[in-house]
Nanobody, 122 residues
Framework: QVQLVESGGGLVQAGDSLRLSCAASGRSFSSDAMGWFRQVPGKEREFVAAISRSGARTSYADSVKGRFTISRDNAKNTVYLQMNSLKPEDTAVYYC???????????????WGQGTQVTVSS
């Protein structure tokens, strides 16, 4: 069993930055690939970024490439999403998820956090 808790969301203006954190507990954090997803009302949950268990491999959605960076600190059992140059289109509830293998499909992930709201105003 893995428990995930997101934090760091908030209300910001376009062009600002936020860093989301996801703290994991319950088992060895380093054994899991981690992903960030987001969801807005009326739309399906979509992939944002993912990172392999070692941090050596990452993947990003085209919409966030060059602006967002996923990273992890296995010593702290935490994965981060650094969000720069935020746009109103980035407004969503952001979720972190854990899986044994790096994938980009939400249905493939085994564990999910409760989400943290990110709102970007223009």
């Amino acid at each position: 069993q893995v428990q995930l808790v997101e934090s760091g969301g908030g209300l910001v203006q376009a062009g600002d930055s936020l860093r989301l954190s996801c703290a994991a507990s319950g088992r060895s954090f380093s054994s899991d690939a981690m992903g960030w997803f987001r969801q807005v009302p009326g739309k399906e949950r979509e992939f944002v970024a993912a990172i392999s268990r070692s941090g050596a491999r990452t993947s990003y959605a085209d919409s966030v490439k060059g602006r967002f960076t996923i990273s992890r600190d296995n010593a702290k059992n935490t994965v981060y999403l650094q969000m720069n140059s935020l746009k109103p289109e980035d407004t969503a509830v952001y979720y972190c998820a854990a899986n044994k293998v790096l994938v980009t499909t939400p249905s493939r992930y085994d564990y999910w956090g409760q989400g943290t709201q990110v709102t970007v105003s223009s």
